[in-house]
């Protein structure tokens, strides 16, 4: 049993993970549109809620996998 998901997201696995893509997609996506990360130890971090945000905002059909 997986353990009960936390606000916090750490490494590119975590975050395409919660954006039902793959890694590969969602860093051509931070390429183009900036994912609202930090980097702690070189390593992406971000929150739920703040990713939700940057997916439900501007240019959204992309994040959600729609047209461009």
């Not at 931070?30 to 939700?52: D, I, M, W």
């Amino acid at each position: 049993m997986r353990p009960e998901k936390v606000d916090f997201l750490s490494g590119w696995a975590d975050i395409a993970e919660e954006l039902g893509k793959s890694i590969s997609t969602v860093q051509r996506w931070h390429k183009e549109r900036p994912l609202p990360l930090e980097y702690v130890c070189g390593t992406p971090t971000t929150t739920r809620a703040k990713l939700q945000a940057w997916a439900d905002g501007p240019g959204k059909a992309t994040a959600k996998g729609g047209s461009r």
